[in-house]
């Protein structure tokens, strides 16, 4: 698999593993925006509650498949060895949006749950990346 990724990236798999894991906190934050307004705490008169959860969904989409190219290429070049923490935080990440997407999908009576889903998602994005990407990049 390691070949797999050197060849796809060109042999820089760190560099686009930054900039895959960098568009998906820009999508993040922009994920946040969009909910506010499906919930009715932001209000823009261009955008109403129908369309922004269906953007939500739509980006979520992009963002997940996002990090599960992330998640592959970093465990195939790197392993659980380097980074533990990082490495834990990039598995946390993966199973509780493994965990919305499934709430979301099937519901499970658990709809209830989708927000603070949301926010563990964004802060656990947001540590992944500080301990990859933001110290790559500074």
């Not at 499970?108 to 301990?131: E, H, K, N, Q, Y």
Request: hydrophobic share 55%.
């Amino acid at each position: 698999m390691e070949d797999v990724v050197e060849t796809l990236t060109r042999g820089n798999p760190t560099e686009v593993k930054v900039i895959l894991a960098s568009v998906a906190l820009a999508l993040a934050v922009y994920q946040l925006a969009v909910i506010a307004v499906g919930y009715g705490r932001l209000r823009l008169p261009f955008l109403d509650s129908t369309p922004a959860f269906r953007a939500h969904r739509a980006v979520g989409d992009t963002i997940a498949l996002l990090l599960l190219c992330t998640g592959v290429m970093c465990v195939s070049v790197y392993g659980f060895e380097d980074a533990a923490g990082h490495a834990i935080a990039g598995s946390a990440l993966l199973a509780v949006l493994a965990i919305k997407v499934s709430v979301v999908r099937r519901d499970f009576g658990l709809g209830r749950f989708l927000p603070v889903l949301g926010i563990a998602v964004f802060l656990l994005l947001c540590v992944t990346w500080t301990s990859s990407a933001g110290s790559f990049l500074a």
